[in-house]
């Protein structure tokens, strides 16, 4: 897939915010295994890996930051073996920073974690450099963008949730797509080159919306994962209509 990132940054240092163009911009696909076929975990991420995935998306849940238990770093060590794709963790727990040595060490290479229920959160994105790993904060749909403002430099990625997080298989919330687009200014005003995510309900519907609003990264679970289609098919959709 070509990146032209470069030539966006270049871009965007000379027009105006709103000049950046949400079609200049790469947009990639992170299959989110949350909605993956345990049983078939390994056949599932190599059809989507063959298919042209960037990165997989482990969700981890605790039960406690989410109604909701899923996995740890079992899975995780068992993805490393089996796919070449970087793996990132998206960290629905509480206490993110009493786990970060034991998923790295595990295999994962970005974390993503909560700017909610973070009492310090320069302290958890030091840690995770710390550890040589890439960086995102994600925000849940009643918290605003601009509570990203003071971290951002830090950040490698920021990651709008466009449901509440917890479970799949959820209807996108359009509420969140002007977030979306005031996360994409306060990214192109103050580190252009973090990426932004969006994580819930994106489908070859809704997928659109949120890359005009200026996500670059779609984090998708139930429209990659699903019996109605294979993974390849599934991506192939997803791809064409990201690139309407
Ligand atoms: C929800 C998770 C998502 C989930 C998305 O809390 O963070 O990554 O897997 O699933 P879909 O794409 O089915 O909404
Ligand atoms: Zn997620």
Request: negative net charge; charged residues 20%; hydrophobic residues 45%.
């Given at each position: 897939?070509?990146?032209?990132?470069?030539?966006?940054?270049?871009?965007?240092?000379?027009?105006?915010?709103?000049?950046?163009?949400?079609?200049?911009?790469?947009?990639?696909?992170?299959?989110?295994?949350?909605?993956?076929?345990?049983?078939?975990?390994?056949?599932?991420?190599?059809?989507?890996?063959?298919?042209?995935?960037?990165?997989?998306?482990?969700?981890?849940?605790?039960?406690?930051?989410?109604?909701?238990?899923?996995?740890?770093?079992?899975?995780?060590?068992?993805?490393?073996?089996?796919?070449?794709?970087?793996?990132?963790?998206?960290?629905?727990?509480?206490?993110?920073?009493?786990?970060?040595?034991?998923?790295?060490?595990?295999?994962?290479?970005?974390?993503?974690?909560?700017?909610?229920?973070?009492?310090?959160?320069?302290r958890t994105v030091r840690h995770i450099k710390?550890?040589?790993?890439?960086?995102?904060?994600?925000?849940?749909?009643?918290?605003?963008?601009?509570?990203?403002?003071?971290?951002?430099?830090?950040?490698?990625?920021?990651?709008?949730?466009?449901?509440?997080?917890?479970?799949?298989?959820?209807?996108?919330?359009?509420?969140?797509?002007?977030?979306?687009?005031?996360?994409?200014?306060?990214?192109?005003?103050?580190?252009?080159?973090?990426?932004?995510?969006?994580?819930?309900?994106?489908?070859?519907?809704?997928?659109?919306?949120?890359?005009?609003?200026?996500?670059?990264?779609?984090?998708?679970?139930?429209?990659?994962?699903n019996e109605t289609e294979s993974v390849t098919?599934?991506?192939?959709?997803l791809r064409t209509a990201a690139h309407t």
């Open positions: 897939m070509s990146r032209p990132r470069d030539r966006d940054r270049a871009t965007s240092a000379r027009m105006p915010i709103a000049a950046a163009t949400p079609a200049s911009r790469a947009v990639m696909l992170a299959p989110s295994i949350l909605a993956a076929d345990f049983a078939r975990l390994g056949e599932q991420v190599a059809e989507a890996e063959a298919a042209g995935a960037d990165r997989i998306h482990v969700d981890v849940m605790d039960g406690h930051f989410v109604p909701n238990i899923s996995m740890g770093t079992p899975i995780v060590e068992s993805l490393r073996r089996v796919t070449r794709l970087p793996l990132e963790a998206h960290l629905m727990i509480s206490n993110p920073d009493l786990f970060l040595d034991q998923f790295a060490q595990a295999g994962i290479g970005s974390f993503i974690v909560h700017w909610e229920g973070n009492n310090d959160l320069m710390s550890l040589g790993k890439r960086a995102g904060v994600a925000i849940n749909p009643a918290t605003p963008a601009a509570v990203l403002e003071e971290i951002l430099q830090d950040l490698d990625q920021v990651l709008v949730m466009t449901v509440s997080p917890g479970f799949g298989h959820q209807h996108f919330l359009p509420e969140t797509l002007p977030k979306i687009r005031r996360a994409r200014q306060l990214i192109e005003r103050l580190k252009p080159d973090c990426q932004l995510s969006v994580d819930g309900g994106i489908d070859p519907a809704t997928a659109p919306g949120a890359i005009d609003a200026g996500a670059n990264v779609l984090v998708a679970g139930s429209a990659i994962f098919q599934a991506m192939q959709r």
